[in-house]
């Protein structure tokens, strides 16, 4: 059975800095690719950045591009995203996602096929 826990959301400052992380069961990060997306009230769920089984990174969405940082670590099989210069408009639900077949780099929304919960992002101005 797939597990995906997220943690690390909060409350920060505009111009202050994040660290999500994404615990993985189930599923191990050398093989399936993982990845970031979120969700803004009102919005739709838009893909942030994704990392492949060997470690490339897929090109970040191009608002957090220069900001955000997404990493692994494959003895803790946990994925991070380090979100730094935050904005009001990173507000949002992040949640991580694990890609639905091996060796496939995430990069949309179909590509995925487990989710965590989602962890709550607020950025005060």
């Known amino acids: 059975q797939v597990q995906l826990v997220e943690s690390g959301g909060g409350l920060v400052q505009a111009g202050g800095s994040l660290r999500l992380s994404c615990a993985a069961s189930?599923?191990?990060?050398?093989?399936?690719?993982m990845g970031w997306f979120r969700q803004a009230p009102g919005k739709e769920r838009e893909f942030v950045a994704s990392?492949?089984?060997?470690?490339?990174?897929?090109p970040y969405v191009d608002s957090v591009k220069g900001r955000f940082t997404i990493s692994r670590d494959i003895a803790k099989n946990t994925l991070y995203l380090q979100m730094n210069s935050l904005k009001a408009e990173d507000a949002a639900i992040y949640s991580c996602?694990?890609?639905?077949?091996?060796?496939?780099?995430?990069?949309?929304?179909?590509?995925?096929?487990?989710w965590g919960q989602g962890t709550q992002v607020t950025v005060s101005s």
């Open positions: 996602a694990t890609a639905s077949r091996p060796y496939y780099t995430i990069t949309r929304l179909s590509d995925v096929d487990y």
């Open positions: 189930g599923r191990t990060l050398s093989t399936y690719s």
């Open positions: 990392i492949s089984s060997s470690g490339d990174r897929a």
